[in-house]
């Protein structure tokens, strides 16, 4: 949807690819957050 | 139907039903009830047995208009042509037995099973025309309104009148017709979708067949919107009006009838003229009822672990890129049991359903991703919630923990996510391998 909009995210954010959304665990969020990464998007 | 049944490398079984299905893509085992007939296959359908046959039966196949014997032949051009017995009708005085050159009558047959080894299926189990609740628009409870089936076998040259067109009050000519659109479908109450035009289609066939033959015929279409969405589709619509037939844009209001000839009296305001409220009276009214699934889809539904979508009918791979296969690689879909469409698409669909098993097929090698879940077994509390959750069946409860079938199983981690013991994994995205992404990711932060 994001790209069929042509909607634009910052540069600095970086795509990790999960088959689907089912498997992001809140562990690897929580280790994202905890390494300084500022917000996480689930672009489902 | 013949030919088919004559193709030698082409084994159909008629009077059955599919009790189970295991396995997997090019290694399906299907299970199927082969009805007993009472009839062995030495039967020619010669229809000695249905002239001394006492008891009768509604005959299904003319919705119910007309009867047949207790030992009958399901219809005329049934492919195998074997007679079979009603057991609920049959009052055993075995006189068909009697006059059975063939000695195929056999009272003590049993419903068979039988396994059959495949490696793909095709899902065609069609449709069943929509049944309008009791007395909606008078359905079953004035004789003179039928639906658009009964009016086929009416029509029809080997139907109940021998094609004479007569209403089921009088067995009288009907004059003045009237076909009500959109019965069941388009409609919040009842069935949200358009049965593809269908309906629509088919009402401006039959009045086009009426008209032909009772030229002095009345007949009126009650419509929502005409849908001739297709190849030469508007052109028939165009000529059907240029004959004569009349089409009212309108809600049908109230539906009467006089209690003494049957005739039906219909008030309605044609929306696009003037005029207000109408009553008209008409002497047979049609019900263009809906497309819906065949009865028996849920079965299937369960049996072939298949999803079906909000309208009832089996739910394709990609509703717009993909619409002949389904989320489990062998089994494909055709016709009507994936969504309503007329005998062009259908035609198309099982055309393409065949080729897309054919691509499959051909092949001596099924390639698969090697992206898969895999079960640490000694972690495994045999809880079951993976088993439960994975969309694709792919996973089962053994005695030593899950088992995943890697040829099922599409990599969608749902499972992994679902476990409390975090007992699988997912080949190539496992736990360590995201954490390493995530802080390579971060380290410049």
Redesign the interface.
């Known amino acids: 949807m994001a790209g069929t909009i042509r909607a634009q995210y910052p540069a600095t954010l970086r795509p990790v690819r999960i088959n689907c959304s089912g498997r992001v665990t809140p562990s690897l969020m929580m280790r994202a957050i905890g390494k300084g990464a500022d917000g996480i998007v689930i672009g489902a | 139907m013949l030919q088919a049944a004559r193709t030698s490398r082409l084994n159909i079984y008629t009077y059955s039903e599919v009790e189970d299905v295991s396995g997997f893509v090019g290694n399906f085992t299907v299970k199927i009830r082969k009805r007993a007939r009472y009839i062995t296959n030495d039967c020619n359908g010669c229809g000695a047995c249905f002239e001394v046959c006492p008891a009768f039966g509604y005959n299904e196949f003319n919705e119910g208009m007309d009867s047949r014997k207790a030992i009958y032949v399901s219809f005329a051009q049934a492919v195998p042509s074997l007679a079979q017995i009603d057991m609920e009708r049959c009052i055993k005085c075995e006189l068909c037995k009697g006059v059975c050159e063939l000695n195929a009558i056999d009272f003590d047959q049993k419903d068979e099973i039988i396994e059959i080894e495949v490696g793909s299926i095709v899902v065609a189990t069609g449709w069943d025309e929509f049944e309008p609740p009791i007395g909606y628009l008078g359905f079953n409870k004035y004789p003179n309104v039928i639906t658009q089936l009964k009016l086929e076998r009416i029509l029809a040259p080997n139907g109940p009148t021998m094609g004479h067109l007569v209403r089921p009050s009088d067995g009288k000519e009907p004059k003045r017709i009237l076909f009500i659109q959109c019965v069941g479908s388009r409609d919040l109450n009842m069935n949200t979708y358009c049965s593809s035009g269908v309906c629509c289609m088919i009402s401006i066939k039959n009045s086009k067949l009426i008209k032909q033959h009772y030229t002095d015929a009345d007949i009126s279409v009650a419509y929502m919107d005409m849908r001739a969405a297709g190849k030469d589709y508007e052109e028939y619509f165009t000529l059907s009006r240029k004959e004569g037939i009349k089409y009212i844009r309108t809600n049908i209001s109230r539906i009467k009838e006089d209690p003494e000839t049957h005739n039906l009296k219909i008030i309605m305001q044609n929306t696009l003229g003037s005029g207000g409220l109408k009553e008209l009276e008409f002497d047979l009214v049609i019900l263009s009822a809906s497309m819906v699934p065949a009865s028996g889809i849920k079965k299937i539904e369960k049996l072939l672990k298949l999803e079906t979508s909000q309208d009832g009918f089996f739910k394709e791979f990609h509703a717009r890129l993909n619409p002949i296969d389904t989320k489990i690689p062998g089994i494909v879909l055709a016709g009507v049991s994936q969504g309503p469409k007329s005998i062009v698409e259908s035609i198309a669909q099982g055309r393409a359903a065949a080729s897309s098993l054919a691509r499959l097929m051909s092949k001596d090698k099924y390639r698969i991703l090697l ?1 898969r879940a895999s079960v640490i077994k000694e972690r495994c509390a045999k809880c079951g919630l993976c088993e439960l959750n994975c969309p694709y069946n792919a996973i089962n409860l053994k005695d030593d923990g899950a088992e995943v079938n890697e040829i099922l199983c599409r ?4 499972c ?3 476990c409390p013991s975090e007992a699988i994994t ?1 080949r190539y ?1 496992r ?1 360590p391998q ?2 390493k ?3 390579a ?2 380290e410049e ?1």
Do not use: F, M, R, S
Not at chain 2, 411 to 414: F, I, P, V
């Open positions: 992206i990599g969608c981690g749902t992994l996510a679902n997912l995205y736990e995201y954490e992404q995530i802080d990711i971060l932060v």
